[in-house]
């Protein structure tokens, strides 16, 4: 892959500049028109000279990420972009409305080696990792194309931002720049099924981004029927992980819990969950599972949701149930991308 300005710092693209023979404020212009005036293009940067901005075109053309279908829920506000970029891979991002403003649930990676097995985006494995760049440009486009400002980012899309360390960092900082969106850390989630390198990395940080910890069991054995990545990472090293980042940062760990019919949903479990979590500032947010087709999994009832709920409130681990959003338009990860896909194949 080419290097592309959106995967540049300021500082960096000012180096770009004076390595193509410009001077170092040159970068810095269009870092501004790319991370602050979202232009998606050289004829957009007005000041800079038209001999300039064509010899860039040709030296260093900006490909901008495409939205090849764009699904809006009648349900709510949620919107599910498909984008398809340079390659031709394609990635999905989802605009969602809460009261606190717009959020951008991003993608991290095309596709997924983590072989979750309730999780559409891993169907297909890993494709390639994104770039820095290609994860800001889904908060971009959608900025543009909806004419808002998103205050909020999750990195829930299809991927495993852990696995994609540097690139899932840089796209925080970035995003993060007073000079360009300038959105705060604390408006940021990274939700990762706990590689523990990249955890340990994570605290090191010491950034306040929102750590979420896709769990879903309450022990090893449930685990490893659910999540492939319980065979390498034992439950309490994952835990005593959690820990030293609560340690070090003081802040809360949200624990992502996926309700599975049968499988994780019983009271017992959730005492089991309870007793684990005691004692780690931590909040579970429960989800029913979305189903997958492919995958012959289903979330419960909604009463045994509630039941679940009850025995965390008595056992005193804070709780909340996800609000479902976009249920409608596949909200859940990979689903209309593998959707599109299989229609692709399908027309040949
Ligand atoms: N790889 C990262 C982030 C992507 S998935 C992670 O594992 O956290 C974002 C969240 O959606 C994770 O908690 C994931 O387990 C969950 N998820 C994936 N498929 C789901 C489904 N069908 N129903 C409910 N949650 C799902």
């Given at each position: 892959?080419?290097?592309?300005?959106?995967?540049?710092?300021?500082?960096?693209?000012?180096?770009?500049?004076?390595?193509?023979?410009?001077?170092a404020f040159r970068g810095r212009q269009i870092w501004h028109w790319l991370h602050k005036s979202l232009?998606?293009?050289?004829?957009?940067?007005?000041?800079?000279?038209?001999?300039?901005?064509?010899?860039?075109?040709?030296?260093?053309?900006?490909?901008?990420?495409?939205?090849?279908?764009?699904?809006?829920?009648?349900?709510?506000?949620?919107?599910?972009?498909?984008?398809?970029?340079?390659?031709?891979?394609?990635?999905?991002?989802?605009?969602?409305?809460?009261?606190?403003?717009?959020?951008?649930?991003?993608?991290?990676?095309?596709?997924?080696?983590?072989?979750?097995?309730?999780?559409?985006?891993?169907?297909?494995?890993?494709?390639?990792?994104?770039?820095?760049?290609?994860?800001?440009?889904?908060?971009?486009?959608?900025?543009?194309?909806?004419?808002?400002?998103?205050?909020?980012?999750?990195?829930?899309?299809?991927?495993?931002?852990?696995?994609?360390?540097?690139?899932?960092?840089?796209?925080?900082?970035?995003?993060?720049?007073?000079?360009?969106?300038?959105?705060?850390?604390?408006?940021?989630?990274?939700?990762?099924?706990?590689?523990?390198?990249?955890?340990?990395?994570?605290?090191?940080?010491?950034?306040?981004?929102?750590?979420?910890?896709?769990?879903?069991?309450?022990?090893?054995?449930?685990?490893?029927?659910?999540?492939?990545?319980?065979?390498?990472?034992?439950?309490?090293?994952?835990?005593?992980?959690?820990?030293?980042?609560?340690?070090?940062?003081?802040?809360?760990?949200?624990?992502?819990?996926?309700?599975?019919?049968?499988?994780?949903?019983?009271?017992?479990?959730?005492?089991?969950?309870?007793?684990?979590?005691?004692?780690?500032?931590?909040?579970?947010?429960?989800?029913?599972?979305?189903?997958?087709?492919?995958?012959?999994?289903?979330?419960?009832?909604?009463?045994?949701?509630?039941?679940?709920?009850?025995?965390?409130?008595?056992?005193?681990?804070?709780?909340?149930?996800?609000?479902?959003?976009?249920?409608?338009?596949?909200?859940?990860?990979?689903?209309?991308?593998?959707?599109?896909?299989?229609?692709?194949?399908?027309?040949?």
């Amino acid at each position: 892959m080419p290097v592309s300005w959106f995967d540049l710092t300021e500082a960096q693209s000012a180096d770009k500049a004076r390595e193509l023979g410009l001077p170092a404020f040159r970068g810095r212009q269009i870092w501004h028109w790319l991370h602050k005036s979202l232009a998606s293009q050289y004829d957009e940067m007005t000041n800079l000279p038209l001999s300039l901005r064509e010899r860039l075109q040709k030296e260093m053309p900006i490909f901008s990420i495409r939205p090849v279908q764009v699904q809006r829920s009648v349900l709510d506000d949620t919107v599910k972009y498909l984008f398809e970029l340079e390659d031709g891979s394609l990635i999905e991002s989802v605009l969602m409305h809460y009261h606190h403003g717009y959020t951008v649930c991003v993608s991290s990676q095309v596709g997924c080696r983590m072989g979750c097995r309730f999780c559409a985006s891993t169907l297909g494995g890993l494709e390639r990792d994104l770039s820095a760049g290609e994860m800001l440009q889904q908060v971009y486009v959608i900025e543009r194309e909806e004419k808002i400002q998103v205050s909020h980012i999750v990195v829930m899309g299809c991927g495993e931002p852990f696995d994609n360390y540097d690139e899932v960092m840089r796209f925080l900082s970035i995003l993060h720049a007073p000079e360009g969106q300038n959105m705060s850390f604390r408006n940021m989630t990274v939700s990762t099924c706990g590689l523990l390198d990249g955890l340990k990395r994570f605290t090191e940080e010491d950034i306040p981004v929102t750590l979420a910890i896709s769990l879903h069991a309450p022990n090893d054995d449930i685990r490893k029927q659910l999540m492939p990545i319980a065979n390498r990472v034992a439950m309490d090293d994952l835990l005593e992980a959690c820990r030293a980042y609560t340690r070090k940062s003081g802040r809360r760990v949200t624990f992502e819990y996926a309700l599975v019919k049968g499988v994780n949903d019983s009271e017992e479990n959730a005492r089991e969950l309870a007793r684990r979590l005691k004692g780690l500032l931590c909040h579970v947010n429960l989800i029913p599972v979305n189903p997958v087709a492919e995958r012959g999994l289903a979330g419960p009832e909604r009463s045994q949701v509630q039941r679940f709920e009850k025995v965390l409130n008595e056992e005193q681990i804070p709780v909340t149930i996800r609000r479902e959003l976009g249920r409608d338009i596949d909200g859940a990860c990979g689903q209309l991308r593998r959707r599109h896909r299989t229609e692709m194949e399908a027309i040949g």
